[in-house]
C-alpha cells in the first residue's frame, strides 16, 4: 500500500522552463511534507517543506504548493537549471518524525 | 561537522554470512533511521529509534536488527544476508529536518 506516490518516474524539461513535480498521498493525517534531491552516489538533500498549515511556501526558485482537499502537492522550479537534473522524492509524516517516502521522479534539465 | 557518515560504503557478501552497517552523527539528533533504497521502490524505512536505548520497526524490517547504545551511533545488522538484500542503504537523522549520509552499496551474490 503506497501512501505517498510520485507518478512520473521522469521529466524532461528545456533550461528556464518551469519544472512541475508531482506528488499525490492517501493517508488524511499526514500534517507535514517535504521535498528531497538526489544525485547518484550521494544521499537525499532536504529542500523545501510545508506544514498542512499552508497551502503554499516559497524559497528562491523552489516553491511547494499543497492541495489538502485532493491530497497533493507539487513542486515548481522556476527557471530551471542544469544542475536541476536529480531525482526528486517527496515524503510525509503525521504528527511524528517518521517520514513515508514517493518512489521519485528523476528530472532531466536540457540546455 | 561531518554530518551523519556511514561504514562501508560498499560491500559484497555471500549469502549466509553476516555483517553491521554503522551510522554515526554529530548534530546531537534524537532520531534516526536506516531506509533502502531499491530501483522503482524509493526510500523504504527499515527500523528507526527515537532515542538512546530505543528502537522501532519500519516498513520493511524483516531480516534486519538494529542497535542505539549510543546516541550518536545507529547500527544496522544483517544476520544471514539474502540476495533479496541486495539494495542501497541509507542512514539518516533527524531534528526538525532530516540529514542523510551517504550511502552503503549492499550487493549479496
Known amino acids: 500500500d503506497q501512501q505517498v506516490k510520485q507518478n512520473s518516474p521522469s521529466l524532461s524539461v528545456q533550461e528556464g522552463r518551469i519544472s512541475i513535480l508531482n506528488c499525490d498521498y492517501t493517508n488524511s493525517m499526514f500534517d507535514y511534507f517535504l521535498w528531497y534531491k538526489k544525485y547518484p552516489a550521494e544521499g537525499p538533500t532536504f529542500l523545501i517543506s510545508i506544514s498542512s498549515i499552508k497551502d503554499k511556501n516559497e524559497d528562491g526558485r523552489f516553491t511547494v504548493f499543497l492541495n489538502k482537499s485532493a491530497k497533493h502537492l507539487s513542486l515548481h522550479i522556476v527557471p530551471s537549471q542544469p544542475g536541476d537534473s536529480a531525482v526528486y522524492f517527496c515524503a510525509a509524516s503525521s504528527g511524528t518524525y517518521k517520514y513515508i517516502f514517493g518512489t521519485g521522479t528523476r528530472l532531466k534539465v536540457l540546455a | 561537522n561531518a554530518g551523519v557518515t556511514q561504514t562501508p560504503k560498499f560491500r559484497v557478501l555471500k549469502t549466509g554470512q553476516s555483517m553491521t552497517l554503522l551510522c554515526a552523527q554529530d548534530m546531537n539528533h534524537e532520531y534516526m533511521y536506516w531506509y533502502r533504497q531499491d530501483p522503482g521502490m524509493g526510500l523504504r524505512l527499515i527500523h528507526y529509534?527515537?532515542?538512546?536505548?530505543?528502537?522501532a520497526k519500519g516498513e520493511v524490517p524483516d531480516g534486519y536488527n538494529v542497535s542505539r547504545l549510543k546516541k550518536q551511533n545507529f547500527l544496522l545488522g544483517l544476520e544471514s544476508a539474502a540476495p533479496s538484500q541486495t539494495s542501497v542503504y541509507f542512514c539518516a537523522s533527524s531534528g526538525n529536518e532530516q540529514f542523510f549520509g551517504p550511502g552503503t552499496r549492499l550487493t549479496v551474490l
Open positions: 529509534s527515537v532515542g538512546e536505548g530505543t528502537t
